[in-house]
């Protein structure tokens, strides 16, 4: 298949003024006629072209004039028109198929032909499957939209933009028109029509707009909108105090489906959303899923300058728009509840999905050099190691500096299709720093190892620190220049207090924190004044996405742990002791890291020094991925017996009656509240009965039976629910039934159901997934269902999915081929599981690699699910 290179890319020779788009939609057919307002660039010479794939012309005009059969080439995905001049006028007429329509890109179909509604997903290149079009984010349009349909099928009727009149037709249809009066690129249309509920809002914006907030969703959901709707008007305030950013037309459209590939998508005016990020309420959300919509939410508005003002010049530049987003998503979510359990959360997840897919053959720059098919660059890599490098920016120019940034460029960059240097240039010239090293980042793949360590000379008091760095050549050849890496650090006394920080011919007042950037291969600091071999904290708030290699005893990561009061970096020296206690058990040595760990732990569990949730996490070894990430012959059945023994160890440790004391007492405190205190309490109450399974599954059966009968919500019920599966219990089954009953009607909570069970531990799962596959609830056609069961499979089921003899390999490759043929985009994303097979150890290497050879010789598979089965093998 052939690549597109970042350095092949041309401005465009056409751009399109104004766009004018009359849609006559229906279920099974729907026309588009389009009136493209073209401009010519005067810098280059060449015919029309228009990206238009697999669309049935049935009309063409250019200025008026219908074109005759030698005027125009179509082969399917691109239009060549000729003869078109500056100011020329082409009109199409297209008819598309938006029931057969099950790539869910384009014009579809969401829910039963009889009931169901039709909506659009354009981004990354949906567009060219409704018109033709230069389908490409520089081209930037004014549009114009007109839908037409029969109003009893399609009562509501919405295209993003400002109303601009509605009206009756003949024979009980209807009209409708929007005008969006900024120019946006096609990625960003969208339209919605049919039976559909609305909760609305009035608000006005810091500079004075009054804006009709209005969320969509079908009858039974809609109840389900108002926390999102709460969440967005904080989103929307949040977005005027921290960067002066102001919403920009009269009413903003959200709409819930429960079809789509993705989360949500920032349609310019008319955001439309996975049920799974926008529906919320008690009885069938959990408080992860909570804060899961509101951060959604707020990705999704932030887009509104961080995407759509300003947009990407190509799809090399998603991070711009995605980087960015997410880490002001970030910021917003740590305002809005614990900052550090944000952090953990979000570096929990860097490490769990990014850090693979930096270590193996699907490693790429978060600004990828080609693609083949842009689908598949919406990875980890561009959306959360790209947050992390703006994270980095933003922490190099401080609160104000980088305030100062924004604002230059979102000032000079609006309405405009930028790149990543623009922003670079635009942050780094506010503030007068030079950024450009920053953009080595952008360009090379893997993951920096940094290497620490630390020398004190008592006679001189000082303590050196010496940082090293180092990216191992991985796949991609892209040259491997030194990183600036800021290390955020502290010293701590041998007591646990944090030392003032005197830098070697520094004369400004001590800090107790500072950061140093390390900026070449190796360096020494210096620090004066040191009275006693310190313990530094480094890489504070993990500071930087590289992986930190330091010299530790376990004494003095016991001491971080118990003292530091960054808590994300407290909550790390609790990751680092549990990873080495892991290694101890694993290979029958030494015991002073699990010593070392289970006693600093004890010790917090018995106080009150930290809170409910940050001691939840805590007391949660690192997960079975981030585990198999520092062996070479993994054995995800072995990770997993592994890490049940260290958990057991901790649970020995705290005592099973210490154990169910505090569990009853968590208990006593049940209820629903949303604050930051009852969502620990529910987080720690599901980690302390998690730990008093692993010693007394019985037991914790029966409290656990009990939860799940009396939850007061889903974050409760899940939680008994997901330890009675894991743990075998035998209240399991009446519980699962239990909740399939009960849920029957809500497929957000079935999702879980068939999520729970997808996860089993170990061998049994594929016996259970097969069976879940025969459900009348699982469909491969919905990308939610597909998730909560084969994605959950082999995403987040380690040791269910590598099986020794293969038989889960072989699944995942059937099902692929099947689901190829429906949804190339949802399949390209699941065969990324394959990821790493080459680090497996070597009979399910063998069988992996069989499994993906099979595949790979299937006919017919789609460039999405190509693409990423040669990467995967190469
Ligand atoms: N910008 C949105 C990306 C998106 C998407 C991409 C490809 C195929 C389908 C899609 N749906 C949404 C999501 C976001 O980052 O906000
Ligand atoms: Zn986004």
Redesign the pocket.
């Known amino acids: 298949p052939s690549l597109i290179r970042l350095r092949d890319y041309r401005a465009p020779a056409w751009r399109v003024e104004a766009v004018e788009l009359d849609f006559d939609l229906g279920i099974d057919a729907s026309e588009v006629l389009a009136r493209l307002h073209l401009r010519r660039n005067p810098a280059q010479d060449a015919p029309l072209r228009l990206d238009g794939e697999n669309l049935q012309l049935l009309a063409i005009a250019l200025d008026g004039r219908t074109l005759s059969a030698d005027e125009y080439r179509y082969d399917d995905s691109v239009l060549v028109v000729d003869g078109t001049r500056d100011g020329s006028v082409l009109e199409t007429r297209v008819r598309l198929r938006p029931a057969a329509n099950t790539a869910?890109?384009g014009l579809y179909l969401s829910g039963p032909r009889e009931t169901g509604f039709l909506l659009t997903?354009c981004?990354?290149e949906?567009f060219r499957h409704i018109t033709f079009f230069p389908d490409r984010p520089d081209v930037l349009s004014r549009y114009t939209v007109t839908l037409r349909a029969d109003r009893a099928r399609f009562p509501v009727l919405l295209a993003g933009g400002n109303p601009d009149g509605a009206g009756e037709l003949e024979g009980g249809r209807h009209w409708a028109r929007f005008v969006d009066p900024h120019p946006k690129p096609s990625y960003l249309f969208a339209l919605v029509a049919g039976h559909l509920e609305v909760i609305e809002r009035g608000y006005v914006t810091a500079d004075g707009r009054a804006v009709q907030l209005k969320i969509w969703a079908e009858a039974d959901a809609i109840e389900r909108c108002h926390y999102a709707m709460d969440a967005l008007e904080r989103a929307m305030r949040w977005d005027e105090q921290t960067y002066g950013r102001n919403y920009d037309l009269d009413v903003f459209h959200v709409v819930a489906t429960h079809d789509?590939?993705?989360?949500?998508?920032?349609n310019k005016g008319l955001n439309i959303f996975n049920a799974k990020c926008l529906l919320a309420e008690p009885d069938s959300t959990t408080d992860e899923e909570y804060r899961h919509v509101e951060a959604?939410v707020a990705?999704?508005y932030f887009?509104n300058w961080s995407?759509n003002r300003v947009t990407c010049r190509d799809w090399f530049q998603l991070s711009l728009?995605?980087g960015l987003?997410v880490f002001r998503e970030q910021s917003f979510s740590a305002d809005m509840n614990s900052a550090p359990l944000k952090r953990i959360d979000d570096v929990a997840l860097l490490r769990r999905a990014q850090f693979p897919e930096d270590a193996g053959p699907l490693a790429h720059p978060v600004r990828p050099a080609q693609y083949s098919e842009i689908?598949n660059f919406?990875t980890a890599t561009v959306?959360e190691k790209g947050a992390e490098l703006v994270r980095m920016l933003a922490g190099t120019l401080g609160r104000d500096g980088f305030r100062r940034g924004m604002d230059r460029y979102f000032e000079r960059n609006d309405g405009h299709a930028a790149t990543l240097e623009d922003f670079l240039a635009a942050l780094g010239e506010a503030n007068g720093t030079d950024l450009t090293p920053y953009l080595a980042w952008y360009a090379q793949a893997g993951t920096p190892r940094l290497k620490a360590h630390g020398h004190y000379d008592a006679a001189a008091q000082t303590y050196t620190l010496t940082l090293a760095q180092q990216t191992p050549a991985g796949h991609g050849a892209e040259p491997r220049a030194p990183l600036p890496i800021p290390v955020k650090l502290a010293l701590f006394s041998p007591h646990g207090d944090m030392l003032p920080l005197h830098m070697d011919g520094q004369t400004s007042k001590p800090a107790i924190e500072l950061v140093v950037v390390l900026d070449r291969a190796e360096r020494n600091f210096v620090f004066t004044d040191v009275a006693a071999a310190p313990v530094p904290s480094l890489l504070r708030g993990f500071s930087a996405p590289v992986i930190l290699a330091c010299d530790y005893t376990p004494d003095e990561l016991a001491l971080l742990l118990a003292h530091d009061v960054d808590g994300f970096n407290r909550w790390e020296a609790s990751q680092q002791l549990a990873a080495r206690a892991y290694e101890e058990l694993r290979d029958g040595t030494a015991s002073a890291a699990l010593h070392a760990w289970c006693d600093a732990l004890a010790r917090l569990f018995d106080s009150a020094a930290v809170d409910d949730a940050l001691l939840a996490d805590l007391l949660t070894p690192p997960g079975e991925i981030e585990l198999a990430e520092r062996e070479t012959a993994i054995d995800p059945q072995r990770i997993l017996q592994s890490r049940q023994a260290l958990q057991r160890q901790l649970a020995e440790r705290l005592g099973a009656e210490n154990l169910q004391r505090r569990y009853l007492a968590l208990l006593a405190q049940t209820g629903i509240e949303l604050d930051a205190a009852s969502q620990a309490r529910r987080r720690l109450q599901r980690r302390v009965l998690e730990l008093l399974a692993l010693l007394d599954p019985v037991g914790a059966g029966a409290l656990a039976a009990t939860q799940y009968r009396d939850a007061p919500g889903m974050t409760d019920r899940l939680a008994a629910l997901s330890v009675l599966v894991r743990s075998g219990a035998a209240q399991a089954a009446a519980a699962l039934r239990d909740y399939r009953e009960r849920y029957a009607g809500n497929a957000l909570a079935l999702d879980k159901w068939f999520a729970v069970q997808a996860q089993l531990p170990g061998e049994p799962a594929l016996d259970r997934v097969r069976q879940l596959e025969r459900d009348d609830a699982f469909t491969l056609k919905n990308p939610n269902r597909v998730q909560s069961l084969l994605g959950a499979f082999v995403r987040s089921n380690p040791s269910g999915f590598h099986r020794a003899d293969g038989a889960g390999y072989r699944l995942l490759a059937e099902r692929l081929v099947a689901l190829d043929a429906l949804n190339p985009?949802v399949a390209a994303r699941l065969a990324t599981a394959f990821n790493g097979w080459q680090r497996l150890e070597p009979r399910r290497r063998e069988a992996a690699q069989a499994a993906i050879v099979e595949l790979a010789r299937q006919p017919g598979l789609s460039r999405n699910l190509g693409e990423i089965i040669d990467s995967v093998l190469n």
């Open positions: 869910l890109e997903q981004e990354a949906g789509f590939n993705m989360g949500a998508m920032e959604v990705h999704e887009h995407g728009k995605e987003t689908n919406y959306y985009q």
